[in-house]
């Protein structure tokens, strides 16, 4: 049966953060079992009692429940970085991140296969050491199926529940895509084979703008209804700094009859260069005026920066406003950008004008 449960909090106080703040105030009304039951059935956490103080933490859990019941949630992407060094320093950067309660970090999977055994164990200990939930990304570049079977078969032990499942680029210095001896030609199949053997909880790319290689928009929105029918539960968009592109796109989704959450992919600029190679890679485009103010900043990384930490977070908050699920950021594995946006984002609750302080958890 359904209960109900609404948590009082003192207006002011951002919806985003509810699950650590409006347990404190939770004692005054509700019995600790309930506490427990109510938040164990929104998935988004575990609860701990310590030194009379009860503390939420943030373990892993599968994205399609957390997408069910967080609103507007965030989400970080890392990719591997090539030395113990650099992991280090990627270790501190998502500590920096951590208290945003992001939904979920990703780890991406270098191009063509190459960075496998790095995102495998990066994926891991972040899931071990910083208790945050993992979305995994697996290409099909340059593994048979059999190899791809020992990745997922590493992933479950380990306890990863989520994984981003991609074809993958072609390698470097070839013009297309060609699937390996005994592998997948494309994601669509990837999914299928996880949905039969594996309890992932499986994500799958989409392109407001359309994949680069693809036939048609129309060709490729079919492709991503393939991709949802072979058990695709939510999809994370390339990036993009149009957002009537991005609404366009879950607009023609939606008359597809592709019911997936489309989660937003938003970088923010902080290299003219940079984003320029990028955007011309993955077919998305830079609006005129963006494109100008860019230019005029062109050598002055710190004002290419910070005008893209205000581009990123205008489109941030129109897009919440929108309706978009919420916000996943590709971070480059730099933390400043995001964190400044999401930190000023949560302090104005900016998607939420109206915003009257109530919030309601459902158990299923
Ligand atoms: C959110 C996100 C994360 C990413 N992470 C990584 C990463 O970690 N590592 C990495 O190397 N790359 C990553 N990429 C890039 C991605 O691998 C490329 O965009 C790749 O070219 C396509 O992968 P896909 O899974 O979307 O392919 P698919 O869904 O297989 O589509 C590829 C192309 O084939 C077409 N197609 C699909 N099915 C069929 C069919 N049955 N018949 C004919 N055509 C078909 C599609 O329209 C499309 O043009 C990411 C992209 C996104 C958006």
Redesign the pocket.
């Known amino acids: 049966m359904a209960s109900r449960y609404t948590i009082e909090l003192p207006s002011g106080i951002f919806d985003r953060s509810d699950n650590v703040l409006g347990l404190h105030l939770m004692p005054l009304w509700v019995p600790l079992s309930e506490q427990v039951s109510a938040h164990s059935a929104t998935g988004l956490g575990r609860l701990r009692r310590r030194r009379d103080e009860l503390q939420v933490t943030y373990g892993t859990v599968r994205i399609s429940h957390a997408l069910a019941t967080m609103r507007p949630f965030f989400s970080f992407e890392f990719f591997p970085p090539r030395d113990d060094d650099g992991v280090e320093r990627l270790f501190s950067s998502i500590e920096t991140l951590r208290p945003l309660h992001p939904a979920f970090v990703s780890i991406?999977?270098?191009?063509g296969g190459s960075s496998r055994a790095r995102t495998i164990e990066l994926a891991k200990r972040i899931a071990r050491e910083l208790d945050l939930t993992v979305l995994a990304?697996v290409?099909c570049?340059g593994s048979t199926r059999a190899e791809l079977r020992a990745v997922f078969d590493d992933l479950a032990r380990a306890g990863i529940e989520n994984v981003?499942a991609?074809?993958?680029?072609p390698p470097r210095g070839e013009a297309a895509?060609t699937p390996p001896a005994g592998g997948f030609s494309?994601?669509?199949e990837l999914i299928a084979m996880l949905k039969r053997n594996y309890d992932f909880c499986i994500g799958?790319?989409?392109?407001p703008q359309t994949?680069v290689?693809?036939e048609s928009p129309q060709?490729?929105l079919e492709?991503l209804h393939?991709?949802v029918d072979a058990g695709a539960e939510f999809l994370?968009?390339?990036l993009f700094f149009d957002n009537d592109a991005y609404m366009a796109f879950v607009e023609r989704a939606r008359e597809a009859r592709i019911g997936a959450p489309v989660l937003p992919?938003l970088m923010p600029v902080t290299n003219y260069d940079q984003i320029t190679r990028f955007v011309a890679m993955?077919g998305a485009t830079i609006p005129p005026k963006l494109k100008a103010a860019m230019e005029q900043r062109r050598g002055d990384e710190r004002a290419v920066e910070d005008l893209g930490v205000a581009y990123a977070s205008m489109q941030a908050v129109d897009l919440l406003r929108r309706g978009a699920p919420g916000i996943h950021f590709y971070t480059l594995n730099r933390s400043p950008a995001t964190r400044a946006i999401v930190s000023g984002m949560l302090a104005a609750s900016a998607w939420r004008p109206d915003f009257s302080g109530r919030r309601e958890f459902m158990a299923p």
């Open positions: 991406t999977y270098g191009a990304h290409t570049v981003l991609l074809r993958g680029d895509f494309y994601a669509t799958a790319a989409c392109y994949h290689e693809a060709r490729d492709h393939e991709k994370v968009s390339q992919g993955c």
